[in-house]
């Protein structure tokens, strides 16, 4: 599978610094992790950093439900990648 976008849509996002501190916070709350307003934003993201959570994709997903796996292709690799010649 290649990296388009329609193939990479995470079924959950994972927070970065465009999010704001209470949505931050509530994401932590869902992983089992107490934060409160008290910290910083980027303190929280540093929280965030070190969970080392993977991104999930809603493709992953569906295929795994079918028990298949999905192998992703490195971005421009044309000899795994036969489109990227054009």
Do not use: F
């Amino acid at each position: 599978m290649d990296n388009a976008s329609y193939h990479s849509r995470q079924s959950e996002k994972i927070p970065d610094s465009g999010w704001n501190k209470q949505s931050i916070i509530e994401w932590l709350h869902r992983k089992g992790v107490t934060a409160d307003m008290t910290y910083l934003e980027a303190e929280l993201l540093e929280i965030v950093a070190n969970l080392n959570c993977q991104p999930v994709y809603v493709v992953d997903e569906i295929v795994k439900a079918s028990r298949r796996s999905v192998l992703r292709l490195s971005p421009y690799h044309c000899v795994l990648n036969a489109i990227e010649m054009i």
